[in-house]
């Protein structure tokens, strides 16, 4: 069975960093998409980052340049660094993973596996 787990999140004051940890296991496919979301209280899950076999990576707009994701084949960790981090950063941070490849996108409904979620806060 493939298993996602985020590491502990954390509070940050605003304009400071912080890295989010996925671990997979389970996972016995030739490709992947993966991704992470978040979502905040009475929001909607939205897309942050997302990166596929081959290392493409896309973001949503407003992560551009502030967030990085990343994976780790040697330890099977999929990470998310975080900068200049924002209050309306603040949310439920969740790793995802779907069979989609080629295609990567960041819609929720492609990914069949989600990790447990990990809360981000950030205080202005």
């Known amino acids: 069975d493939v298993k996602l787990l985020e590491s502990e999140g954390g509070s940050v004051q605003a304009g400071g960093s912080l890295t989010l940890s996925c671990k997979i296991s389970?996972?016995?496919?030739?490709?992947?998409?993966m991704a992470w979301f978040r979502q905040t209280p009475g929001g909607e899950r939205e897309g942050v980052a997302t990166i596929m076999t081959g290392g493409k990576k896309t973001y949503e707009d407003s992560m551009k340049g502030r967030f990085t994701i990343s994976k780790d084949s040697a330890s099977d960790t999929l990470n998310l660094q975080m900068t200049s981090l924002k209050p309306e950063d603040e949310g439920m941070y969740y790793c995802?993973?779907?069979?989609?490849?080629?295609?990567?996108?960041?819609?929720?409904?492609?990914?069949?596996?989600w990790g447990q979620g990990t809360q981000v806060t950030v205080s202005s």
């Open positions: 995802a993973a779907g069979l989609t490849y080629p295609f990567c996108d960041l819609d929720p409904k492609d990914f069949r596996f």
């Open positions: 389970g996972w016995t496919y030739m490709s992947y998409c």
